[in-house]
């Protein structure tokens, strides 16, 4: 059972370390290649620049993006089944929740733009008033769900980072680390939230350089240190080969021609007195064979015997013949 465990946890490490580093790897290209607007407010604009790229560019990034957010989900629902084994079970919930409805939504949002984008274009050539006012509703409700799946992914990072220190899955620098960052932009958030409440305005810090680069790219750095921490115990477990040794050949002894003169055979598993055969591998004494088995002593034989004068031998031809033995088992 515990081999069992074993081999569990070290495929947990390993989809969680290739999924972080993939994740990370997308995602960190990604943040580079994202516009920046000076105002996402300002729905017009954003759509002008849209349409003037053809949609493409932006499209394709937001693909990748939308790729790179399912593979690192994957990656947190690794860590939290990797948690759950180890006892934090608690930890493990939140995390798994957090990270796939963020990744749900992000997906979601950044996978409808691939059917929208043409619309928004073609509308726009025709009737550049209806496709602001349409694509303003539709840009406000999209940053809305997308400001609420960070704060989801932020979730995730906290207690992630937290719970596998305390389990000793990751070094205390990288957990705190990125739990700090992750609370950092977590409250940059909530507080820019609070502030376009009054206003109405849609908010999204991420178009933001400081956030952007600030919180958005070290969490990046931070799935990466944990998919290569993750790598590194799966590849340091790994069991070695173990080198198969066949066993030498058992030369076996020759058997005694018989145990008696009686004519009857040895019993299989009697072998040589003190050797023992491949049926039974202990020693075994020597067989003694019943009495009423025993051959007819020979006249004359024993030490110091002398026939007495006129006594029979048994090899007389007038001499009448030795009785046989009584029989234990008659027939």
Known sequence: ??????ERIRSIERTAGFSFVIAATILGTTIFLQPAFP?????????????????????????????????AAIGFC??????????SSGSASIVSTCALLGAGVW??????????????????????GGATMLFGTIWFWKLGALYAGALLFFAAVIFGGIGAVKRDLL????????????IVGALVYVM????????????Q???????????????????????????????SSRPMTARVTHPRPVEHLPRRASEGTSGHAPHPQAGTAGVGTPESPHPMPPRIPHPAFAPDPEPGSGAGHQPRPGQATGTDPGAPKRPPPPQIFPG
Do not use: C
């Open 192 to 203: 820019d939230f609070w502030s376009t409440t009054a206003t109405g305005a849609a908010s």
């Open 205 to 235: 810090p991420m178009q933001w350089p400081a956030m952007r680069y600030g919180v958005g790219l070290p969490l990046q750095f931070w799935m990466l240190g944990v998919g290569v921490v993750m790598l590194m115990e799966y590849f």
């Open 171 to 182: 070094p205390i620098w990288l957990g705190w680390g990125g739990a700090l960052v992750a």
């Open 39 to 71: 105002d996402v407010n300002k729905a017009g604009a954003v759509l002008q620049a849209i349409t003037s790229a053809k949609g493409e560019a932006w499209m394709q990034i937001h693909a990748v993006m939308a790729a790179g957010f399912v593979v």
């Open 107 to 128: 997906v979601t949002f950044l996978t409808a733009e691939l059917y929208a984008y043409r619309f928004f274009a073609n509308l726009y050539g025709v009737d550049a």
């Open 78 to 87: 690794a860590l939290a089944f990797l948690l759950h084994l180890k006892g």
């Open 1 to 6: 059972m515990a081999d069992v465990m074993e």
